[in-house]
């Protein structure tokens, strides 16, 4: 059985979600009530298992439990990590206060200790949050410190994770332009989210009918385009929507 959450993560992201929480973590909570620890792994591994975006609502019930055992054990690490979890799942519910209050603690316990996932994962998501508040000079500065980190991780899609910060802070900005020569470096990714956000950027910028061009070399169908069940789920949808509207 794995008991380390980052070789559990691994596994989840190896495998499917659903499949690995039925297996694995499913033969360990018979057992976890009698080992904190274990349990504390069980319930950040069933939370990653259920990263999809019908799941908010349960993802924050577990993290909640996590951090309550976090706590209990005096654990500040772990109580770093499963807070970043829990944060996650209240942006997605809109409990906005709960958020912040979790960054707040997240940074007190990983700055001094330079824990690289939750302040990285922290740097990704707030980015946007500082950007939609016009609170302009700290979203640059905070993706400049989480930029910085990044390039100490062996993150996979590290350009596409990168790009989709810079994309959320440029467009409350106003300056969607210059990522267009971003995105054109990108072009190989195997993310199918890429060839949209392209069509989507020509769009915003009201250029449509370079849009249709794109959509055709691109192979994106914005009326057919698969929308996913995760944590792009929202940023699919309302680019196939203004695509459409045009």
Known sequence: HVRDPGEAHLRLALADGQAVTAQVVGEQLPVAHDDPRLALWA???????RWRSRFAEQRLVLAEEAVRLAERLE???AEAMVRTLRAASAQE????DL?????ARVRAIAGPRRLAFPLLLLGWMEVPWL???GEFDAAEELFARTVAI??????????EVVFGALLSMRYWQGRT???LPMIDAMAGSPMKVIGLTKVFLLVHADRVDEARVAASEQHVDPAAFPISDDWLTLVTLYQVARIAVA
């Open 43 to 49: 319930l950040q591994t069933a939370f990653v298992a």
């Open 75 to 77: 654990d500040e690490t």
């Open 93 to 96: 519910l809109g409990d906005i």
């Open 99 to 103: 958020m912040r209050a979790d960054m």
């Open 131 to 133: 950007a939609m508040a």
């Open 150 to 159: 990044n390039e100490t991780t062996t993150v996979r899609q590290r350009p």
């Open 177 to 179: 332009d210059e990522l």
